[in-house]
């Protein structure tokens, strides 16, 4: 009984930390942010590098593709989706449809020109079919005109979509989004901000070993469709006789008409 504290005493005690132990757990604390904030960087840098793996690793599949088919092919983006998927043509020679303009040609444009073609050839082909007097004998001439036999090689090239099932479904990452794409026969970059959902990009593959030159950069997404600019963006670039690519953290202003 005698060791006992004093109720006074033993109410002092117990009524809360001092001075000295609430210095020392602050001090704790701060010392732990000071490891763990770095390493939420580098834990978003990882992640979109993982992410954007599979990506990478379609590009070369592409341009594979192309050379062992001896067919050209085409990698589509949706920007605002990070949707995109494989098409090919039969076609050796054909326009890439994009120099003029800062997006690509849509359905609606292709059907356009295609209709805007076969009524310009018929046009054509009937003139063609007119004879022509030879002014030395009289004779009635019919000429077999070389155009009216190149029609299919002069019809915008159709373009069929890859349908085997390593080429289904494939997006960048329900968290990523294309803000923009700029390629080789491009005029002026793809902007989402400009195009909005109606933002598509084409990359080309050639089967003589070739890739467009062409970069993207690639944020998070924040709202459906927008960038979410509280985080950092990335850049991936094409090199264009290796099929391989390079990806960067930040934006980067590469000139692809550049040989790299």
């Given at each position: 009984m005698h060791n006992s504290l004093p109720s006074g005493r033993r109410a002092s005690h117990n009524s809360g930390f001092s001075l000295l132990e609430i210095i020392a757990v602050i001090s704790i604390i701060a010392v732990a942010m000071t490891v763990v904030l770095p390493n939420f960087g580098m834990r978003s840098k990882g992640e979109?590098?993982?992410?954007?793996?599979?990506?990478?690793?379609?590009?070369?599949?592409a341009y594979d593709e192309a050379v062992l088919s001896?067919?050209?092919?085409?990698?589509?983006?949706?920007?605002?989706?990070?949707?995109?998927?494989?098409?090919?043509?039969?076609?050796k020679n054909f326009y890439l449809g994009g120099q003029s303009m800062t997006g690509e040609l849509t359905a609606e444009d292709v059907e356009s020109k295609?209709?805007?073609?076969?009524?310009?050839?018929?046009?054509?082909?009937?003139?063609?079919?007119?004879?022509?007097?030879d002014p030395s004998s009289g004779e009635k001439i019919t000429i077999a005109s070389p155009v009216l036999k190149a029609k299919e090689s002069l019809r915008p090239a159709k373009w069929s979509r890859v349908k085997r099932g390593e080429w289904k479904k494939r997006s960048l990452s329900p968290e990523l989004i294309i803000s923009r794409f700029m390629a080789a026969h491009h005029s002026e970059p793809v902007v989402l901000e400009d195009l909005g959902?109606?933002?598509?990009?084409?990359?080309?593959?050639?089967?003589?070993?070739?890739?467009?030159?062409?970069?993207?950069?690639?944020?998070?997404?924040?709202?459906?469709g927008e960038v979410d600019e509280s985080e950092p963006p990335f850049t991936l670039r094409t090199h264009s006789h290796e099929g391989g690519t390079s990806l960067s953290d930040g934006l980067e202003e590469i000139d692809v008409n550049e040989e790299r």
């Open positions: 979109i590098f993982s992410k954007l793996g599979r990506l990478r690793s379609d590009i070369r599949a001896g067919q050209a092919h085409r990698l589509v983006f949706h920007l605002a989706s990070g949707r995109y998927w494989l098409e090919t043509t039969k076609r295609n209709a805007e073609f076969e009524e310009t050839f018929e046009r054509y082909a009937e003139l063609a079919k007119e004879a022509v007097t959902d109606e933002a598509v990009a084409h990359l080309y593959f050639f089967p003589a070993g070739y890739v467009e030159n062409a970069m993207m950069h690639i944020y998070y997404q924040g709202d459906p």
